[in-house]
């Protein structure tokens, strides 16, 4: 047996390796989160205050000059300024619109037994499809004269016309080309490809909710609505927190669908499609304003954890009321 | 005794599938299924539609008709022969089996290493990966690619990989499996004069394949769709993944929607048939991330 006084010379031994094991385990890991992660973003905020020059000594500080440049494009309602008003109109309709629709089949499905799967798996596979290429299949179908919608609105029109009531006809959209419903168009590609990420994150939030729970309710008399309304949505607070911030972020970020559902004039027709990610892009790797792009990634950098400060704060205090 | 367990068993077994048999005729649930099956025929319809415009001929494409008159490999030929698709199918298999080896290593190195070892600063170490979740990666793209420029890894696999070495999601994915784990299993190891290296290895690694499967998958399928990146850091042709090959070919296809169809098809149903054998993983992947992470 080990004598009393190298035990704790021992231990101390056995921690330390332990401690230096842990350190060589997260050497590489370290490196990358490090180099490829941070000094990455605080480089954007520092590119973002000078001139571009691929020799980094020929770089000219120009202070805030891009920023105020962004205030004048904002001001002038030029790109930026749509990017950003789109961003919003993005927003109210895509995150509410698959939340609430996520919301609806994450119920149903969890009211049902059989096909559950089958259904699961139907409504989550544009989920996993590369929204690049979904986008052109939309892009087809939204065609005003070969696509799915507008013949579905021929055949329609002229059914209800031979019926009498042509009242009841629509005419031909233009879709992807009007700068009023392009946007609401591409929204609707997004809703279907994230849906069913929000039905997955809903569906296993519903099936944490305890059985011992609803029945209790529905013994005090409670109505299928009013055990939803004031049993399960309370008790699935966290998971709508989560899926609120989650397509909030991704909202914010848009890019693939708006790029390849109008690859000729991306982010049009004048610019109503435009998104800040899309923006950045054409500034940095078409003009190759890389100054002025660092400081627009500076600008979604700071949206995006502004909103996701505030989604967080004001949702929870709503748990505490 | 098992006869009269079963016969036990039998009256109130009859008795619940006399209650379901009756459940049967939930007009509640009945809805539901109704609703399900047309939203499932909504969620469906692109990818049939796009299957079905892909085997057409070119006249028959502008003919609104859902079902093709004449059916053609013609289109799959002609992008499959007549284009570098194949090249960009190997480029995405090899950055998306790249990326796979480093993610299920790394992630789960750090997953292990902050759940089973003390060390100092390990929270911190912690906090970092977590702060770099708030960083967008339109942030990053323009420092990555002058690295890129810089380094010479524009048009390499190296170039399209190395964003996503070690994803922060799956640090915490694999940390949430590690956790779990026993703490003894890992002392007795210990006294048994295993390395620590071998503890992960041969230990730990084992008792986590569920979430190394789902893992693995679901972020194979995240980077074999990876648009961003890819666009900007693969400029020549023969470099490119297949999500920025589709988008650059259909762009050049102009009015020849069929080809574009055809090719929409050979990005997606790769996708679509890993999706649907390995469903379980990738599915308990998202509910993992999301609600326990």
């Known amino acids: 047996m080990t004598s009393p006084t190298t035990r704790p010379r021992r231990r101390l031994r056995l921690s330390t390796r332990e401690a230096l094991w842990a350190y060589a385990f997260l050497l590489v890991p370290l490196a990358f989160f490090l180099l490829l992660r941070l000094w990455p973003a605080l480089q954007s905020f520092r590119l973002s205050f000078f001139t571009w020059h691929v020799d980094p000594d020929q770089r000219v500080f120009v202070g805030l000059r891009f920023y105020r440049q962004m205030a004048a494009e904002i001001a002038a309602g030029g790109d930026l300024y749509k990017a950003l008003r789109n961003m919003l109109q993005y927003f109210v309709i895509v995150v509410p619109g698959q939340m609430a629709i996520g919301l609806f089949v994450a119920v149903l499905l969890n009211s049902v037994r059989r096909f559950k799967a089958v259904f699961r798996a139907i409504y989550f596979a544009p989920y996993v499809t590369p929204a690049a290429a979904v986008a052109w299949v939309w892009g087809w179908m939204y065609s005003v004269n070969f696509g799915v919608f507008n013949n579905v609105l021929f055949a329609w029109s002229e059914f209800v016309t031979r019926l009498g009531l042509p009242f009841l006809a629509v005419d031909p959209q233009p879709f992807l080309t009007s700068p009023q419903q392009a946007l609401p168009a591409v929204a609707a590609v997004v809703i279907w490809q994230q849906l069913g990420f929000q039905v997955v994150i809903f569906l296993a939030g519903l099936q944490g909710v305890p059985r011992e729970v609803h029945e209790a309710a529905e013994i005090d008399g409670a109505n299928a609505w009013q055990r939803f309304w004031y049993v399960t949505f309370p008790l699935l607070n966290p998971v709508i927190v989560f899926s609120l911030v989650i397509s909030t972020i991704a909202t914010l970020q848009l890019f693939d669908q708006v790029v390849n559902i109008n690859f000729t004039d991306q982010g049009g027709p004048l610019g109503s499609t435009l998104t800040i990610a899309l923006y950045m892009y054409q500034q940095a790797f078409q003009r190759f304003q890389i100054g002025y792009a660092a400081a627009v990634t500076v600008l979604l950098f700071f949206i995006i954890m502004v909103v996701t400060v505030l989604q967080l704060r004001l949702t929870q205090r709503r748990v505490e009321l | ?293």
């Open chain 2, 1 to 293: 005794m098992a006869a009269v367990r079963t016969a036990a068993a039998a009256a109130p077994a009859a008795a619940t599938r006399a209650a379901t048999r009756r459940r049967r005729f939930d007009p509640g649930r009945a809805l539901a299924y109704l609703l399900l099956t047309v939203g499932s025929v909504v969620m469906a319809f692109p990818f049939a539609w796009m299957l079905l415009s892909s085997f057409k001929p070119l006249r028959e494409i502008f003919r609104f008709n859902f079902w093709p008159e004449v059916w053609t490999l013609a289109n799959y030929q002609e992008v499959l022969l007549g284009t570098q698709f194949p090249r960009w199918f190997l480029n995405s298999l090899v950055v998306a089996g790249i990326l796979t080896v480093s993610v299920l290593f790394f992630c789960s190195l750090v997953g292990y290493t902050l759940t089973r070892l003390r060390f100092p600063g390990r929270n911190f170490v912690f906090l970092l990966i977590l702060s770099t979740l708030m960083i967008p990666t339109e942030m990053l793209v323009i420092p990555w690619y002058v690295m890129s420029t810089q380094f010479g890894w524009v048009n390499t696999y190296w170039g399209i990989a190395f964003p996503g070495l070690i994803p922060a999601f799956g640090v915490f994915l694999m940390r949430q499996f590690f956790a779990t784990l026993p703490r003894d299993l890992f002392d007795a190891g210990r006294v048994d004069g295993v390395s620590e290296f071998g503890l992960f290895w041969r230990i730990g690694l084992p008792l986590v394949g569920p979430g190394l499967a789902a893992l693995g998958i679901f972020n194979f399928v995240g980077n074999w769709n990876a648009f961003l990146w890819p666009l900007i850091v693969a400029k020549s042709p023969d470099m490119r993944t297949i999500p920025v090959g589709v988008a650059f070919f259909s762009g050049e296809a102009g009015t020849a929607w069929n080809l574009i169809m055809a090719s929409s098809a050979l990005a997606i149903i790769p996708v679509l048939v890993v999706f649907f054998v390995f469903q379980r993983q990738i599915i308990e992947g998202v509910v993992l991330t999301g609600v326990k992470g």
